[in-house]
């Protein structure tokens, strides 16, 4: 057989976690691996907002003819709007192109892909670390992937002059991925000051940012979490930026989300978005319209935008409160450990500090699973399962 010598590929460590909870028969297990937002319920919820699009698009009865492969007209325009401000310059003067992809992933793919054609000589740098995926799509669609500093784990802070020498050295035309919101394993954003100073560099050394903003919503709020995609748009000439509805929406099995490119001219746009439908073309023809749709109607009709903001706000709230109540839960067990640079990180993850080797014992000794680096999804804590976890978490440490 011509599979006869093919070997198993490793797992998705993500993943790996997953199956092994799953398989887990302890009835106090605990999932701190998937980054997936669950409400109080332990539930993956269905917002008000959609059920309500939901009703909206099935009344409309639209025949389910293939859409462009871009997608949805408006709901690019609106995706657009929600990233840079319907009044950004860049978008006025339309240099901005949006295309409908297959969630925040699909965006990342499409967009290494154009990247490629455009030129297939650079390289890829990303954050270290990051989401593992970041590497695989990458380095799927052709590029060399390297690592900037980034984190440091001895002080909870950012590498600031580490990471700024190293982009300094990169040749011209490089690639940058940065994460414009709520840093994905660690939850460590960098503040207004660096991330200046990283645009600065990023600028001056003329390297390509490639944003990926798949959290918008769940630091600040929409428009703050979006700020730095702005930003970059008004100092470089070419920004790429993959954001994703899976989370703010919670609609992650409908895969939404989008690409944009921001280009020095009308006309470079357009060219651009001719060879981004080429590529989507190539990978899967065009995107389905019903995850699209229902996002098109939360976020074009002011009520349902309103009662979304509204929502979203209720679960970033949440979440920052299960990261306080973390904390003072283990505090109250262990004094001798400070863990409150939990509580300043930002969006669903956070860096915890546990070891391999306590991860390993969590898992063992009471069947709660996060990844062997000490990246736990706070989002699936809440008033049921906390307690249990602050106990576990605080038996494990060692002085």
């Given at each position: 057989?011509p599979?006869?010598?093919?070997e198993?590929?490793?797992?998705?460590?993500?993943i790996?976690?997953?199956?092994?909870?799953f398989?887990?028969?302890?009835?106090?297990?605990?999932?701190?691996g998937?980054?997936?937002?669950?409400?109080d319920?332990?539930k993956?919820?269905v917002l008000d907002?959609i059920?309500?699009?939901?009703?909206?698009?099935?009344a409309?009865?639209?025949?389910?003819?293939?859409?462009?492969?871009?997608?949805l007209?408006?709901?690019?325009?609106?995706?657009?709007?929600?990233?840079?401000?319907?009044?950004?310059?860049a978008?006025?003067d339309k240099r901005?192109?949006?295309?409908?992809?297959l969630?925040?992933?699909?965006g990342?793919?499409v967009?290494?892909?154009?990247?490629r054609?455009?030129n297939p000589?650079?390289e890829?740098?990303?954050?270290?670390?990051?989401?593992?995926?970041?590497?695989?799509?990458?380095?799927?669609?052709?590029?060399k992937?390297?690592?900037?500093?980034?984190?440091d784990?001895?002080?909870?802070?950012?590498k600031l002059?580490?990471?700024l020498?190293?982009?300094?050295?990169?040749?011209?035309?490089?690639?940058?991925?940065?994460?414009?919101c709520?840093?994905n394993p660690?939850?460590?954003?960098?503040?207004?000051?660096?991330?200046?100073?990283?645009?600065?560099?990023?600028?001056?050394a003329?390297?390509?940012?490639?944003?990926?903003i798949?959290?918008?919503?769940?630091?600040?709020?929409?428009?703050a979490?979006?700020?730095?995609v702005?930003?970059?748009?008004?100092?470089?000439p070419?920004?790429?930026?993959a954001?994703?509805f899976?989370?703010?929406?919670?609609?992650?099995?409908?895969?939404?989300?989008?690409l944009?490119?921001?280009?020095?001219?009308?006309?470079?746009?357009?060219?651009?978005?001719?060879?981004?439908?080429?590529?989507?073309?190539?990978n899967y023809?065009?995107p389905?319209?019903?995850?699209?749709?229902?996002?098109?109607?939360?976020?074009?009709?002011?009520?349902?935008?309103?009662?979304?903001?509204g929502e979203l706000?209720?679960?970033?709230?949440?979440?920052?409160?299960?990261?306080r109540?973390?904390?003072e839960k283990?505090?109250?067990?262990?004094?001798?450990?400070?863990?409150?640079?939990?509580?300043?990180?930002?969006?669903?993850?956070?860096?915890?500090?546990l070891?391999?080797?306590?991860?390993g014992?969590l898992?063992?000794?009471y069947?709660?699973y996060?990844?062997?680096?000490?990246?736990?999804?706070?989002?699936a804590?809440?008033?049921?399962?906390?307690?249990?976890?602050?106990?576990?978490?605080?038996?494990?440490?060692?002085?």
């Amino acid at each position: 057989s011509p599979l006869a010598a093919l070997e198993t590929a490793p797992i998705d460590p993500i993943i790996s976690v997953s199956e092994a909870f799953f398989a887990d028969t302890n009835p106090n297990k605990v999932n701190l691996g998937i980054g997936i937002y669950c409400d109080d319920s332990g539930k993956v919820p269905v917002l008000d907002c959609i059920k309500a699009a939901e009703q909206k698009f099935v009344a409309a009865g639209k025949p389910k003819y293939y859409l462009p492969m871009d997608g949805l007209g408006a709901f690019n325009r609106a995706a657009q709007h929600l990233l840079f401000g319907a009044e950004h310059q860049a978008v006025r003067d339309k240099r901005v192109v949006t295309a409908q992809t297959l969630g925040g992933s699909g965006g990342l793919k499409v967009g290494a892909d154009f990247l490629r054609v455009l030129n297939p000589r650079v390289e890829v740098w990303i954050s270290d670390p990051s989401w593992e995926n970041h590497t695989a799509l990458f380095e799927g669609a052709g590029f060399k992937v390297n690592s900037y500093p980034y984190y440091d784990a001895s002080t909870r802070s950012i590498k600031l002059d580490a990471m700024l020498t190293t982009l300094r050295g990169l040749p011209p035309g490089t690639i940058v991925v940065l994460h414009a919101c709520c840093h994905n394993p660690t939850g460590l954003d960098p503040t207004p000051r660096q991330w200046q100073q990283i645009r600065d560099v990023v600028k001056k050394a003329e390297l390509v940012p490639f944003l990926d903003i798949a959290y918008q919503g769940f630091a600040e709020n929409l428009h703050a979490d979006a700020a730095e995609v702005g930003r970059f748009a008004d100092v470089c000439p070419l920004v790429v930026v993959a954001s994703s509805f899976s989370k703010s929406l919670s609609l992650y099995s409908e895969r939404v989300g989008a690409l944009s490119i921001v280009t020095g001219s009308a006309d470079e746009a357009a060219r651009a978005l001719s060879h981004v439908k080429r590529v989507v073309r190539a990978n899967y023809s065009g995107p389905p319209s019903y995850g699209g749709g229902l996002a098109t109607n939360v976020l074009t009709d002011p009520a349902l935008r309103q009662q979304w903001e509204g929502e979203l706000a209720q679960m970033r709230d949440r979440v920052k409160s299960m990261r306080r109540q973390l904390v003072e839960k283990i505090r109250a067990r262990r004094a001798d450990f400070d863990l409150n640079y939990v509580i300043e990180q930002r969006g669903m993850f956070s860096y915890s500090g546990l070891t391999k080797a306590q991860v390993g014992r969590l898992r063992d000794e009471y069947s709660i699973y996060a990844l062997d680096s000490g990246r736990v999804c706070v989002a699936a804590l809440n008033s049921r399962n906390i307690d249990y976890v602050a106990q576990a978490i605080a038996n494990v440490l060692v002085t």
